[in-house]
């Protein structure tokens, strides 16, 4: 197409899932439901962590994050997907789709940042353990934290700005939110220099800490290994055993839309993927998170003697 005719567009329509129009009512009922649920689950690790001194540790300092970060990252795409069950193909106007762009990419990448420093937090406290305290302080868990966010959202500022830059000559976006390959296939010029920025953004932030993730559980594995007997070791092992399911499913699922080959999958099967990362797996980790650690059990009954004495009165 000549460069010179370019139109650029001021919406994008989004064509979500193609599915009989009957069943759109019980698919949107559904994903409301999951949405509830994600939501009301993540806040309530939130507020837990907060209420109850017993999870005053940094371990459920970083859970409390990431269960925060999750209500701004499910929310980043379930209205779209929402909107396009009751209404099928939904306009977007292109500001509030690059914006969506950027926030859902921004979350992404601090959420992969915030699993490493949660692997780092595990590492500290099995191969350090006279130390941890010292090291993991008050002020060091807030600076860690904010990294994490800082380095995501300005990572994400390389992608979601090339992205915008481009020339759209279609309008029709094969997703049910604002990704990146969906819209470059709708530039009016090669995008392939941007997918390759994209990849090499991407990768760096996500690779780098896959690699200090699983280089530090490595030295976890070695040390518990290492410990005289075996109720110790699975003790050690139980404190990390819900962050790799977190990591597993979050990375096999990422990784297989931005660093798989996009030919190698069928049309559709990236927002079937999408639906992974963004809603199931936000969904699974309060419950990730609860029902395999004893802790916060037990500081949901401490909070929940509390409420019933508070609502009783004098």
Known sequence: MDPLN????????L???????????????????????TLSGNLFIVVLVQVDAGLSTPMYFFIGVLSFLELGYVSATVPTLLHTWLRGRSAISAAVCFIQLYVFHSLGMTECHLLGVM???????ICRPLHYRALMTRKVRFWLA?????????????PASLTATLPFCLKEVAHYFCDLAPLMRLACVDAGW???????????????NFVLIWGLYGGILRAVLKLP???????????????????ALFYASAFTVYVGLPGNRSEGTDKCIALVYALLTPLLNPIVYTLRNKEVREAVKRVTVRVRTVLKGP
Do not use: E
């Open 229 to 247: 007997s075996a109720a110790s070791r699975v003790k050690a092992f139980s404190t990390c055993s819900s962050h790799m399911i977190v990591v």
């Open 6 to 13: 370019h139109t650029w567009t001021q919406s994008f329509i």
């Open 15 to 37: 064509s979500g899932f193609s599915v009989p129009g009957t069943l759109r009512p019980l698919a949107f009922l559904g994903t409301l439901c999951l949405y509830l649920l």
């Open 146 to 158: 904010g990294a994490a966010w800082v380095a995501g959202f300005s990572a994400a500022l390389v």
């Open 119 to 125: 692997a780092l937090d595990r590492y500290l406290a």
């Open 194 to 208: 941007h997918a390759r920025v994209h990849g090499a953004v991407i990768g760096v932030a996500t690779g780098c």
